[in-house]
């Protein structure tokens, strides 16, 4: 990948962020919103950075991931419904900012390398610091979060050269794993 393809969709996310990054003395709301930004920034280069390369596989990847990620974590709200730290509602556990953050990041990280993906991972990171800022989150319901977005992200993904792929899929009938390979 040339430093032309991906250096656009990741200098957005990462101007954005630093445009959005509070203060040490901010307020609950100024993390809140900070940290909603960069997630955003993350889920548009997640799929900008494949889309600017014509990386199809990889904009279909990203969108597994982050999907992935999104269920798991609604899934366990619903069924461990934890009050979050600012009283708001009962579904605080895990953080969906900061699963989808992760996600975003391991995807990118896993199809194009440590040099996008270590920028993404510490925006995702930060995503996880905000939420815990912000009063919406306790450490632990970031900390699963971060984890359900690695997983998903490299699970889901596969490096942009690689002859041989691995996708899961599910219908309502049931799931699977296709593999495609060439030689």
């Not at 040339?2 to 962020?17: D, M, V, Y």
């Not at 419904?81 to 605080?92: I, L, V």
């Amino acid at each position: 990948m040339t430093k032309r393809a991906f250096i656009p969709a990741l200098s957005c996310a990462i101007l954005i962020t630093a445009a959005a990054t509070p203060p040490a003395h901010a307020g609950e709301k100024t993390w809140n919103d900070a940290g909603s930004i960069t997630r955003d920034a993350l889920v548009i280069a997640a799929f900008g950075v494949p889309l600017a390369q014509s990386d199809w596989d990889g904009a279909l990847q990203a969108g597994g991931s982050l999907v992935a990620a999104a269920g798991v974590t609604a899934g366990l709200k619903q069924a461990f419904p934890e009050r979050r730290p600012d009283g708001s509602d009962n579904k605080g556990f895990p953080s969906g900012h900061t699963s989808v953050s992760f996600a975003a990041a391991a995807t990118l990280q896993n199809r194009y390398g440590w040099k996008v993906g270590l920028p993404a991972q510490a925006l995702a990171a930060f995503v996880g610091l905000s939420r815990v800022e912000a009063r919406k989150h306790h450490v632990h319901d970031v900390l699963v979060g971060a984890a359900i977005g690695e997983a998903s992200g490299f699970l889901i993904t596969r490096r942009a050269s690689d002859r041989v792929q691995v996708f899961p899929w599910a219908d309502a009938g049931g799931g699977g794993v296709a593999m495609t390979m060439r030689f």
